[in-house]
């Protein structure tokens, strides 16, 4: 059975940086793709940031883009999400993802139907 474990959340000023980390276990070896989600009290859960596993082509979300970067250790099993200059507007629960396909594409940061597992969620809140 897939599990995913976010960490690596917390609260820093406006303009830090701050490293989530996503430990994946029970997955099999077929094609897939991961990424993070965030959702903010009262909005709905958006799209950031995924990586196709097999080939490591990334995609973000234009709010985003310049400031994220996603990637992968296969080692460790571990997804990463590198958040810098970050805003308030980050603030959020970041969600690590994993969806098995052939397929992997942007679009699929647009819906949470695409994804197949989630984790349980890190904190994030950034001050003005």
């Known amino acids: 059975q897939v599990q995913l474990v976010e960490s690596g959340g917390g609260s820093v000023q406006a303009g830090g940086s701050l490293r989530l980390s996503c430990a994946a276990s029970?997955?099999?070896?077929?094609?897939?793709?991961m990424g993070w989600f965030r959702q903010a009290p009262g909005k709905a859960r958006e799209g950031v940031a995924m990586?196709?596993?097999?080939?490591?082509?990334?995609y973000y979300d234009d709010s985003v883009e310049g400031r994220f970067t996603i990637s992968q250790n296969n080692l460790k099993n571990t997804m990463y999400l590198h958040m810098n200059s970050l805003k308030p507007e980050d603030s959020a629960m970041y969600y690590c993802?994993?969806?098995?396909?052939?397929?992997?594409?942007?679009?699929?940061?647009?819906?949470?139907?695409?994804?197949?597992?989630w984790g349980g969620g890190t904190l994030v809140n950034i001050s003005s």
């Open positions: 993802a994993l969806a098995y396909s052939q397929y992997c594409s942007l679009s699929f940061l647009g819906g949470m139907q695409y994804w197949d597992y």
């Open positions: 029970g997955y099999s070896s077929s094609g897939r793709y």
């Open positions: 990586i196709c596993t097999g080939s490591g082509t990334t």
